[in-house]
T-cell receptor, first 112, second 110 residues
Framework: IAGITQAPTSQILAAGRRMTLRCTQD?????MYWYRQDLGLGLRLIHY???????GKGEVPDGYSVSRANTDDFPLTLASAVPSQTSVYFC???????????FGPGTRLTVL | KNEVEQSPQNLTAQEGEFITINCSYS?????LHWLQQHPGGGIVSLFM???GKKKHGRLIATINIQEKHSSLHITASHPRDSAVYIC????????????FGKGTHLIIQP
């Protein structure tokens, strides 16, 4: 692994289904983030984690949950997907909260 | 909450032209980030600056703290510079202190 990876690359999901987007980084960064990117709205923070074992809510957290069991992994779960969660999801990490962020390649999610 | 505005929203230019993308913000900041998003979707950090100017190759980023304004310049533009350029302002501590602009879609024609 080099940098930060996300899986799956894309997914089509029926409304009401549960879905977990995976994110893994090998840079030993303390901070990790989940953003969604929608046309005309730019990047918006969903949840973040300053360090393993802690998480926090961003600008648009409703309908999403995260966990940070270790430094490397930061999965994002949609408990019951709705069409408004159709978006491109980016995971990012940084050494600290105020450092440069490194982004994963993104996951394109479509909820029908 | 900081309001971050970018201009222009869209820009089409000829290869070789000098490009300027602007970013203004409403609240004092500790740092300003410039990001590049290529058509394939990947996002790369270009600069993080809190004062003055930074240069990397043909890219130059400047910031005027008093005027709450930053610019990204591209010299001798090339079609491979075609991308969406995003500025983000950090106006507070904490992981949720970054506010993103909506991006400038740049197309460089050969």
């Amino acid at each position: 692994i080099a940098g930060i990876t996300q899986a799956p690359t894309s997914q089509i999901l029926a409304a009401g289904r549960r879905m977990t987007l995976r994110c893994t980084q090998d840079m030993r960064h303390n901070a990790m983030y989940w953003y969604r990117q929608d046309l005309g709205l730019g990047l918006r923070l969903i949840h973040y984690s300053n360090t393993a074992g802690t998480t926090g809510k961003g600008e648009v957290p409703d309908g999403y949950s995260v966990s940070r069991a270790n430094t490397d992994d930061f999965p994002l779960t949609l408990a019951s997907a709705v069409p408004s969660q159709t978006s491109v999801y980016f995971c990012a990490s940084s050494a600290g909260e105020e450092n440069e962020q490194f982004f994963g390649p993104g996951t394109r999610l479509t909820v029908l | 909450k900081n309001e971050v505005e970018q201009s222009p929203q869209n820009l089409t230019a000829q290869e070789g032209e000098f490009i300027t993308i602007n970013c203004s913000y409403s609240v004092g900041i500790s740092a300003l980030h410039w990001l590049q998003q290529h058509p394939g979707g990947g996002i790369v950090s270009l600069f993080m600056l809190s004062s003055g100017k930074k240069k990397h190759g043909r890219l130059i980023a400047t910031i005027n703290i008093q005027e709450k304004h930053s610019s990204l310049h591209i010299t001798a533009s090339h079609p491979r510079d075609s991308a969406v350029y995003i500025c983000a302002a950090r106006s507070g501590g904490g992981a949720d202190g970054l506010t993103f602009g909506k991006g400038t879609h740049l197309i460089i024609q050969p």
